[in-house]
């Protein structure tokens, strides 16, 4: 069974950053691709960006509202991806998950989220 | 960046009522489109994926079709679980980009 938790979620001041996590299993992890995507209170879904699995060279993208202010890595020794943001705004407060391809499509696992309330 | 429209953003139907849901993208993707579910407070949950294929486990009430830019998700006979928020996601290109959302709720 494939399961994604995610961590590291709070309250944080504008400018300021925080780290989530994302940890899995039921997959074959090194080879995973793994996005993060956010909904803002009452909100719909945005793609934040996505790694690829180390097989396909580990390369992110980003989109382009967080593109220099956050980092996708991934450690496949703890089967865990993470989202390091930087310079937060008020406005990436969101419920963010992460998201898996196992399957032929994308996005086809998610974990349950975890809320980053950005505040002053 | 593809745009995707969905339509409406909500609606009102009764139980075993046929509910349909239009998503146009803004230039071709083929058929690389998902559907979602989303009931409050959770994850979302795929449903269909390449356009009109079934995602295993998922009740075959829930369909898709379409290609090109035009796409429709039906529900033949709504069920009162299937109370949700639903949304198209094209991934033809980066960014992955989601449609605005259909909230469908008993009449």
């Known amino acids: 069974e494939v399961q994604l938790v995610e961590s590291g979620g709070g309250s944080v001041k504008p400018g300021g950053s925080l780290r989530l996590s994302c940890a899995a299993s039921?997959?074959?992890?090194?080879?995973?691709?793994m996005s993060w995507v956010r909904q803002a209170p009452g909100k719909g879904l945005e793609w934040v960006g996505r790694?690829?699995?180390?097989?396909?060279?580990?390369?992110?993208n980003y989109a382009a509202p967080v593109k220099g202010r956050f980092t996708i890595s991934r450690d496949d020794s703890k089967n865990t991806v993470y989202l390091q943001m930087n310079s937060l705004k008020t406005e990436d407060t969101a419920v963010y998950f992460c998201a898996t391809d196992v399957g032929p499509t994308t996005l086809d696992y998610w974990g349950q989220g975890t809320l980053v309330t950005v505040s002053s | 960046d593809i745009q995707m429209t969905q339509s409406p953003s909500s609606l009102s139907a009764s139980v075993g009522d046929r509910v349909t849901v239009t998503c146009q993208a803004s230039q071709d993707i083929t058929n690389y489109l998902n559907w979602f579910q989303q009931k409050p407070g959770k994850a979302p949950t795929l449903l269909i994926y390449?356009?009109?294929n079934l995602e295993t486990g998922v009740p075959s009430r829930f369909s898709g079709s379409g290609s090109g830019t035009d796409f429709t998700f039906t529900i033949s006979s709504l069920q009162p679980e299937d109370i949700a928020t639903y949304y198209c996601q094209q991934y033809d290109n980066l960014p992955l980009t989601f449609g605005g959302g259909t909230k469908v709720e008993i009449k």
């Open positions: 390449d356009a009109s």
């Open positions: 790694i690829k699995g180390k097989t396909d060279g580990g390369t992110t």
């Open positions: 039921g997959i074959t992890f090194n080879n995973a691709w």
